[in-house]
């Protein structure tokens, strides 16, 4: 140290000067050593926290995509964790050094003890921050390792066997992913599905295509190579039969009753009854449905409290329990308005609820759902709730998507947030959805037709429409279709800012 820094550290420094220039030091890392007269090491500590700074700003500016794709990587993950702990140990190394450089040249009991209180302010407020970050990206970790298995870890009999993991989307102009919502809870005997989507994902724009199945479509197919074809060649259906004694006929009892009748039948597998509707759905369909995402709906309401709720605008009055069939009415209902702000237990209800509606208005809801879950994961309710969000992910998911595709789904997501989300249109009537023997070759056509098409632009000024260019996912080869159908023209589509805007319906159910 020169004569000049030691001088200028010796001399007399009032409290309020001394408390000063510690918080700058705390602050502005190194600038307190600086005053303190420890100039070269001050110096390198100040420079060393403005390249961080410069390089943390650089990185979240012009790198943004890999740093979210890196927040799926468990190995990346324990590493920043580590890292957030050693910054904040010497982010307080640095702050009491920096006190005890300054605090020579003062004198008294009283002006120590409050340096020093005010030391250990400075440093709580370092490792608070740290310790809640250190929790949040640790928790991360548990949900990734915990929700997505690697793929050699896993077992599935329907995904895709080989992927390039570095560009998994370079030949695959769409991925299709296969959304179920399981109602498990321990009043039911099993699992249903009663929620059953094709999200169909435009790789290059994020164009989303959603189709929904209603859950008591019957005689559903499977592919002709499937060995669940020899057992079911003309659908899983049973010819007279009540519509009681259709009910375990189903697509929504296919998941639980299936894997129930021929254990072990596709293959090696951690969930049989997603496997099962993957492959009569994506045959039902005509898409080669990729991956699936099941969403246990007892514990949905979780996850939605802890996104701070969804706003969705409600059309009709919505019935919040209820049994139509016995006449018991329901004792709460949600009422109809604009933009309406729900918690978990409602927007459960606004999804499922069926008394008084058909399965078209609930899935209209269903879809209406998930684009509102979509619009409330914006950045700063994932940072603020994050903990939150990662512990009601593991209660809710199950998934057959490898670790190694986070990354690239990560990326995926980012489109999708930008990108329009479309419901594809299917005529019960025409169709035949709601008779014994669906026109599964109609509704192979009218899926078809609809990705084929550019995505519906919505007339709904706020919410921007992207238009899609890329070819479609190949469908499945035609079959010959039922004698006595008519071909049916195919659907459109329907921007979902459209489908879900607020056009209240007169009739209401009571």
């Known amino acids: 140290m020169g004569s000049r820094a030691r001088a200028a550290a010796s001399r007399p420094r009032s409290v309020p000067k ?59 993950l324990l590493m920043t964790s580590v890292a957030i702990g050693v910054l904040a140990l010497l982010w307080i190394v640095v702050i009491v050094a920096s006190h005890r450089s300054l605090r020579p040249a003062t004198g008294g009991t009283g002006g120590r003890a409050l340096g020093a209180a005010f030391v250990g302010i400075l440093c709580f407020a370092i490792a608070a921050p740290a310790a809640i970050g250190v ?10 390792q915990d929700v997505f298995q690697a793929q050699g870890e896993s077992k599935s009999a329907t995904r895709p ?154 059309n009709e009055r919505v019935a919040m329990g209820g049994i139509s069939s016995s006449h018991i009415p329901p004792k709460e209902w949600i009422e109809p308005g604009p933009s309406q702000h729900l918690d978990g237990r409602h927007a459960l209800w606004f999804a499922r609820g069926r008394y008084g509606a058909d399965d078209d208005q609930r899935q209209v809801r269903q879809r209406c759902t998930i684009k509102a879950m979509v619009d409330a994961s914006n950045p700063r309710t994932l940072v603020t709730k994050y903990k939150a969000i990662a512990r009601a992910g593991q209660h809710l998911l199950r998934t057959d998507i490898p670790q190694e595709l986070l990354p690239a789904f990560v990326q995926l997501a980012l489109k999708v947030k930008s990108g329009t989300v479309s419901n594809v249109t299917l005529d019960a009537d025409k169709l035949r959805l709601k008779h014994l023997h669906p026109d599964y070759q109609a509704l192979r056509d009218t899926v078809e037709h609809a ?17 899609s260019t890329t070819p479609s996912t190949p469908v499945a080869p035609k079959t010959q279709r039922p004698t006595g159908t008519t071909t049916t023209p195919p659907g459109p589509t329907q921007n979902l800012a459209d489908a879900c805007a607020y056009q209240p319906n007169g009739d209401q159910p009571n």
């Open 451 to 467: 990705l084929e098409s550019d995505p519906v632009p919505s007339t709904t000024p706020s919410t921007p429409s992207t238009p």
């Open 18 to 76: 001394l408390l000063g220039l510690t918080l700058l030091g705390a602050l502005l890392p190194g600038t307190g050593l600086i005053a303190g007269g420890r100039r070269r090491i001050g110096a390198f500590v100040l420079t060393l926290f403005l390249g961080l700074v410069g390089l943390g700003v650089y990185v979240g500016l012009t790198r943004r995509d890999e740093v979210l794709a890196a927040a799926v990587v468990p190995s990346r």
């Open 161 to 314: 066997t080989t992927v390039n993991v570095k560009d998994p989307w370079e030949d695959k102009p769409r991925v299709n992913i296969l959304l179920l919502g399981g109602d498990d809870a321990p009043s039911r005997e099993g699992v249903r599905t009663d929620t059953v989507i094709v999200a169909s994902i435009d790789t290059r724009t994020g164009n989303v295509a959603l189709i929904s199945l209603p859950r008591n479509l019957t005689f559903m197919p499977f592919p002709a190579d499937s060995p669940l074809h020899k057992f079911y060649p003309d659908g899983f259906g049973k010819e007279g039969l009540s519509l009681d004694g259709r009910l375990e006929w189903m697509l929504t009892a296919m998941y639980q009753n299936i894997p129930d009748a021929h254990p072990g039948i596709l293959g090696p597998s951690d969930n049989e009854g997603a496997d099962v509707v993957k492959q009569s759905v994506g045959e039902a369909v005509g898409l080669k449905l990729d991956y699936y995402v099941q969403v246990n709906l007892t514990s949905f309401p979780e996850i939605v409290d802890a996104l701070g709720g969804i706003t969705v605008n409600v």
């Open 135 to 144: 929790q949040s990206v640790l928790a991360q970790r548990t949900l990734v």
